[in-house]
Each structure stands twice: as C-alpha cells, then as structure tokens.
C-alpha cells in the first residue's frame, strides 16, 4: 500500500466494548482515495460495530477515527455531509413510496431537488418509484438504500454487508454499480462482508478483521502474494509413511494427507526436481507431483482461524 | 489489480461547511413533515377530537330540552359536557398515543441508526421532532374547539328550541381554556416523549402512558395530586365552572397543576437531551 499519499479515512488504535465486553481492539484501518476497501471477516468479529464507529454512531473507548484528515469526533456533522452509508438492513419508512423515501432524506440533507430522481434511476427504480416501499423486494429495498446513500453525491460510500438477502443477479448487479462508482465517478467505497469471493471481484484493497483485531490490511495483490507462500507441493506415491522413512532429510517438513499423498511446503523449483529424483531413486513409485496454491478463500479462512500477528 | 484512471480525487485538506444548527433543524423538520403522510399519528391528530364532540352533540340533540330546563344560553353546559368528556381521559390518552407513534415512525423503520449517520446534531433530531409533536397536538385542540363550536351551530339549526342560535358563544372563555389546556398537556407530553425515544419501542411508551394515566385517576385525591403531570388537563378541564347567573368562568391566570406541567416539561425535556445526547446508536 502506498503509504506516502494521505488516507481518505484511518483509524488509530480504535478500541470499543459493550460494557465489560471487549468489541474492537486496536484496530488502525487506512483507506486510499478512490480505492474499493472491501472489509472482511466473519460474522460477530467487529465489521458492524468499525463501521458504526466510522460513522459516529458509536463513541470509542479509545483511538480515533479520521474522516478527509480531520477528526470525526470534533467535526462530525461537517464531515458526514462528505459520507454516504447504507448500515445492515436499508432504514425504509414502509408507509412512504420510493420517491417519498428518498426524499425524506434529501430534504434532510438540503441535497438539490433534481438529486431524487437522478439517484433512483442510477439504481434502477424509476419505474417503481411510486410503489409504496413495503411491497419493494429485498433486492429493491437494498437498492433504494444505496440510492438514499448516494444522494448528496459522497466522497466515501460506507456500505455493510449490502449484498445480505441478495439473489446472485442483485450480487452482481451491486457488484457492478460499485465499479461504475469508482470507475466513473471517483468513489472510495469501503464495503464490509464475511464472503472473500464477492469482495475479491471488485475488491481494490482488503482488510480481514477477526475477534475485533486487524489480521490483514494490504492491497488485493498484497494478499495474494500472501497466499503464494502457502502454496503446497503435492506428491503422490504407493505409501506415504514409506517414502518419509526412506527421505528423512528431504522430506522433514512433509505431512501425510492420505494413505499415499505426502504435503510438503513449496520451496523452489529445483527443490521440486531434487524430490522427484530422490523418490525414483530410491526405487518408490512416483504417481504424480503438482503444485496445489490455496484459493482466497483458503487464505481467507486460515487468517480468520488462528490468530497470527498483524500482517 | 485494474488500475484506473480516477476523475480528480476529493480535496481533503478543507473541512466543508456544516450548516448553522437553525438550518439543520429546519431541514430535519422537513423532512419529519413529510415522513407523517399517511401514518396513524396523523390520522389520530386530525380525528380525535371528533369522539368527544359527537357524544356531546348526540346528549344534547337527544336529552338537550331536559339539560336546559332553566332556559338562558345552551353554550356554557355544553362546551363543559364536551370538553371534560375530552379533557378527562380521552386528551391525556391521545397524547400518550400521539407521542409514541410519532417516535415510532422512526423504530419501525429502523432507521435512527440512519438518521443520526445525517450531517444534521442529535439537537436538531430531538427538537424537530418535539416540534412536530407539539404543533399536532395543538392543532388536534384546535380542531376539537372547532367542531365543538360547530357543533353547537348546527344544533342551533337542527334543533332551534335549545336556543344555541340564539346566544352568543363564550368566546373568551373558550381561547382561554384552550390555551391552559395545551399549557396542562405539556407535562405528560415531554415525560412520554423521553420515554418513547430512550426505549425505542411502541410498547413500552404506550403502556408507561396507560399506565400512568389510570393510576392518576386512583390518585385524585391525593394532596400532591397536582403535581402529576398526567392529572393536568383533567384538572384544568374541570376549572371551567359555570356561576349562577350561567355565564362560563376559567381562571385568567396558569393554575398551580399548570405551573407544575411546565416545569415537568422543561425538567423531562432537559433530562432526556442529556441522556440521549451522548447515547451510543447500537442495534
């Protein structure tokens, strides 16, 4: 990551708790202009509770949040002029229409009239507009949510699990909206969810929080590199145990995965070539070698498992 | 990683503007205007008062040449049959429900999470609403003179012997009860509207108000009684007396329960901005 340019929002040693409850400990997120900061971990680990403190919703017990390079709790009304959220579930007053939903917020915000229906046809409801908003499918209510954050035109999008309760086509539909945003008009967005897979798509930067700690905070390709060092050597024989007896040297930090599979740590292309030849020389059957690389996902999944120190 | 080129990015070292919080508060407003269409709240404002004045209307449409055997003006006995039949149980009752519901707007929708991630203070959030709330319960009042002013019209042309035409109505009387009335409503007013937004419920709110409003009737007799913000505009209700000669008399001045409705006011209102000031926005 780019550490020389400033971030468009960070985080300092953020700490929060629900009474004696510790949420959030010492989490320091920094998110560059006009980057998709896809946020993730599993469910309960802290994504809602970051981004209500992001948002001010929250008071933290300790650390700060900086928002355009001011602090958020000095300036808070100012700056969430700049900042467009969609939290959990879409706040939708079902009595109202579309239209009449996003205008509640609009004339809130004292955003320009023309603004009501220039967001709801970017979101695709323009023809529902006049439908009252509880006969709206979830797919359509998480969109009018997205249009009411983007009414005043936001540097920031916050958006918490937006694609929750969505069909895969609303998945990708988001997906793609999220995209043109940051394509077209320059959004830094930071989306929250606990499915690598539909953040790695759209996904510029990436950070993994588990049990309230920052475990990983880097690039995409940062992450993927990550994941390179995991990748295994895969070597298939008649008898696995056998063949360790025989290459206690070579074969020190392989782990049996079957009956005949042996798993050894990647190290380097003539390693690979030493190992074939070591096996056939000692007269044991050589079935197959190939190299196995982890998907984001795996890498994903070993990072919110155990806990290793801060990436 | 697909590098983009990004139209220029947002300057970061200038804090925008927020606006004055006058202006923040006008827009809340606003927009709290426009979250009442269709809702129960609005619907309870505008049709409340019509209860209390049918059921006076239909006595004395019925039973009228019995109640007014002594002849003289029809008027005092009844705007005083009217306005403590809505003073006593019913007006307390609509403010309760007319408090919780307005509050509720916004917990059904689940949306104070989003209403305080606004660029508007919790201030203006508070007292927008507190405003809405009390200009709804001023022109609920204000339509329950109305009818009952209209009431009595039309009883002087369906029924021309009670001699409602005949008389001029009390109207100095009449403002001034009104105005003690709203003055003896603030009270409960506040207390439910704090309750309603610290607990964030429809329930709770509404069977605190209940509650409370059934107890005070038990508590009538009580030397303190006046001092229940619940009691108040029963209390003033039945301040307006009628003297011998039948002309109808209301204290010129606030009554005691009056006072006390006010400070309850300002004390519950004072109390729950401190407490809801500061307050984390979770679930």
Redesign the interface.
């Known amino acids: 990551m780019n550490s020389s340019s400033?971030p468009?929002l960070a985080t300092h040693g953020l700490c929060f708790s629900?009474g004696k409850r510790p949420i959030l400990h010492d989490v320091n997120l920094r998110v560059e202009?006009?980057s998709i900061y896809g946020f993730l971990g599993p469910n309960g680990a802290g994504k809602s509770t970051t981004m209500?403190l992001l948002?001010?919703?929250?008071?933290p017990a300790a650390g700060s949040v900086q928002l355009?390079?001011?602090d958020l709790a000095r300036?808070r009304?100012?700056?969430?002029?700049?900042?467009g959220?969609l939290?959990?579930?879409?706040?939708?007053?079902?009595?109202?229409t579309g239209h009449?939903n996003v205008?509640?917020?609009r004339?809130?915000?004292?955003v320009a009239a023309h603004r009501t229906a220039e967001v709801l046809a970017l979101v695709g409801l323009t023809d529902n507009a006049h439908r009252p908003a509880r006969e709206y499918s979830l797919g359509m209510r998480q969109r009018l949510g997205l249009a009411?954050a983007l009414l005043s035109d936001p540097?920031l999008l916050l958006l918490d699990e937006p694609t929750n309760g969505l069909d895969p086509n609303g998945i990708i539909e988001m997906r793609e909206l999220m995209r043109r945003l940051?394509?077209?008009?320059?959004k830094t967005i930071v989306v929250s969810s606990h499915l690598i897979n539909e953040i790695e798509k759209v996904a510029?930067h990436v950070g993994v929080i588990q049990q309230g700690r920052l475990v990983f905070q880097g690039?995409?390709?940062d992450l993927q590199r990550l994941q390179t060092g995991r990748t295994r050597l895969v070597l298939e024989t008649q008898d696995a145990d056998t063949c360790r007896n025989l290459l206690p040297r070579l074969l020190a930090g392989a782990t049996p995965a079957g009956p005949g599979t042996l798993w050894l740590p990647w190290v380097s292309r003539e390693h690979t070539a030493e190992v074939a030849a070591a096996v056939t020389a000692a007269g044991l059957p050589l079935y197959g070698l190939h190299l196995e690389q982890p998907s984001l996902e795996d890498t994903f999944l070993h990072l919110t498992e155990a806990r290793p120190t801060l990436a | 990683m697909n590098s983009v080129l990004t139209p220029a990015l947002p300057e970061l070292a200038t804090l925008p503007a927020a606006t004055n919080p006058f202006g923040q508060l006008r827009r809340t407003l606003a927009a709290d205007a426009l979250k009442l269409r269709r809702t129960a709240a609005l619907r309870l404002t505008l049709l409340s008062g019509a209860f209390p004045v049918l059921l006076a209307f239909l006595i004395f449409f019925f039973k009228g040449h019995e109640i007014l055997k002594a002849g003289g003006t029809p008027w005092p006995r009844f705007i005083s049959l009217a306005w403590q039949t809505a003073g006593t149980l019913l007006l307390p009752l609509f403010v309760v429900l007319l408090t919780s519901l307005v509050v509720n707007i916004e917990t059904k929708a689940t949306a104070w999470k989003h209403l305080y991630a606004q660029p508007v203070g919790r201030g203006a959030v508070f007292f927008s609403k507190l405003l809405l709330i009390l200009a709804l319960n001023a022109v609920a009042l204000v339509l329950f003179v109305g009818l009952v002013l209209g009431a009595g019209a039309l009883l002087g042309v369906l029924q021309p012997k009670l001699g409602f035409q005949a008389h001029a109505v009390p109207m100095e009387v009449v403002l001034r009860m009104l105005g003690r009335t709203y003055v003896a409503t603030l009270g409960l007013l506040a207390v439910q509207y704090v309750v309603s937004l610290y607990w964030r419920s429809f329930v709770v709110p509404v069977g605190v108000g209940m509650g409370a409003v059934v107890a005070t009737v038990a508590l009538l007799s009580w030397e303190h009684a006046d001092k229940i913000p619940y009691a108040a505009p029963l209390m003033t209700s039945v301040s307006m007396r009628m003297s011998k000669a039948g002309v109808l008399e209301a204290g010129h001045e606030l009554a005691k329960h009056e006072w006390y409705s006010l400070a309850w006011c300002g004390g519950a209102l004072l109390l729950g901005y401190l407490l809801l000031y500061r307050r984390n926005m979770t679930t």
Do not use: K, W
């Open positions: 400033s468009l629900f202009p006009g209500r948002l001010g919703l929250l008071r355009f390079g001011h300036h009304v100012a700056l969430l002029g700049r900042v959220a939290i959990e579930n879409p706040s939708l007053y079902d009595h109202l009449e205008e509640a917020t004339r809130l915000r004292g009411i540097d940051r394509q077209e008009q320059g510029t690039s995409l390709p």
